[in-house]
C-alpha cells in the first residue's frame, strides 16, 4: 500500500509476492528448485552482484566505506558492511526480503536485510532502497534501533534519506522505517516526513508461504512477470500524479543532495561533490 497525503493525496494497493532468502541457503536452493537458480539465467534468477554493491565507489560519501570483505558473497559484503557500522555479525544469519530476476528482469524499489547473530537473535535490518534510475542507497538499522513487541523484535529509525527516489518528492525529507523481524506474517512501513509532518506512508505485509516449484508455478500464473509490473505501475503512478499538478523535482537540480549513495545516475556521476 502506498498513500500519498500531500500536496494532493493519492493512494493505491496491489497484490505482490516477495521471496524470503536465507543468504546461507542459496546454494540448496539452486539445487531444488526447477524455477529458481543462483547467479544463471532462469525463469527466477537470483545474481548476487545484484545486490549490496559495497565493493564499488558512493557518490557524494559521507561515511567511511564498508571493510572489503575478500568475497564476492552477498553474505560476505553483507557482514563486512555492518562491521563497518560496528555490528558484528559473525557465524550469524541474514534473511533477504526481495524480488530476484524475473525473465532477466531485476527492479526492486526496496530490499529488506534481517539480521540475526550466532545465538539467532536480531540485531540489525538493512533497507535497501534503489530508484527508477537503478542508484541503491543501503539504510541500516542497528541494535540501538530494536525493541520487542509481541510479534518479535522491530527496527524503528527515522533519519534524512538524501536520495532521489521520486520526481515528485524534494530531497528535504526523512525515512521513518518501521522493519517487523518475518514470522508467519511480513509487516514492513516506511513514511516521508518533510518538515516534521508525515506526507507519505508505504507499507508491505502478508503471510508467509513455501518456497516450493508448485508455489513459484502458482504465482508466475497469479502474478505474471512481476518486476516488470512494479516498474510500469511506478510509472503509471507517476502520469497520474503529473495530472493531478503534483510538484516536480529535477535530479540533476540538486546533485549534493545525494548521498552516500551506488551506481550514480549520469544527471549527478560528472557533478562535482561538495
Request: hydrophobic share 40%; proline share 7%.
Amino acid at each position: 500500500m502506498h498513500h500519498r497525503f500531500s500536496p494532493k493525496a493519492h493512494r493505491f494497493l496491489y497484490r505482490i509476492f516477495l521471496f524470503a532468502l536465507d543468504l546461507d541457503e542459496l546454494d540448496a536452493l539452486h539445487g531444488k528448485l526447477r524455477l529458481f537458480s543462483l547467479n544463471r539465467a532462469n525463469l527466477y534468477s537470483f545474481r548476487e552482484s545484484d545486490f549490496l554493491p559495497t565493493g564499488e565507489e558512493t557518490h557524494n560519501p559521507t561515511v567511511a566505506a564498508a571493510p572489503n570483505p575478500g568475497s564476492q558473497s552477498l553474505k560476505a559484503r553483507v557482514v563486512a558492511h555492518l562491521a563497518g557500522h560496528g555490528i558484528d555479525l559473525t557465524g550469524g544469519r541474514v534473511l533477504l526480503v526481495t524480488l530476484p530476476r524475473v525473465a532477466g528482469y531485476l527492479f526492486n524499489p526496496v530490499s529488506f536485510y534481517f539480521c540475526y547473530d550466532r545465538h539467532g537473535q536480531p540485531v540489525a535490518s538493512i533497507a535497501e532502497v534503489t530508484n527508477t534510475f537503478k542508484e541503491m542507497k543501503p539504510f541500516v538499522l542497528g541494535p540501538a534501533t530494536r525493541t520487542t513487541s509481541a510479534d518479535g523484535a522491530v527496527f524503528s529509525l527515522r533519519l534524512p534519506k538524501y536520495f532521489y527516489v521520486s520526481p515528485f518528492t524534494d530531497m528535504d525529507v526523512a525515512f521513518d522505517f518501521t522493519l517487523r523481524t518475518p514470522g508467519a506474517q511480513l509487516a514492513v512501513q516506511i513514511d516521508d516526513y518533510t518538515a516534521g509532518a508525515r506526507t507519505l506512508t508505504s507499507t508491505l505485509t502478508g503471510p508467509r508461504q513455501p518456497l516450493t516449484d508448485r508455489q513459484l508455478a502458482w504465482f508466475t500464473l497469479k502474478y505474471p512477470f512481476i518486476t516488470l509490473r512494479v516498474i510500469a505501475l511506478i510509472h503509471w503512478h507517476a502520469l497520474k500524479l503529473y495530472l493531478k499538478n503534483v510538484p516536480w523535482f529535477a535530479k540533476a537540480a540538486r546533485p549534493d543532495a545525494q548521498r552516500d549513495l551506488y551506481r550514480p545516475h549520469i544527471s549527478i556521476a560528472n557533478q562535482p561533490e561538495t
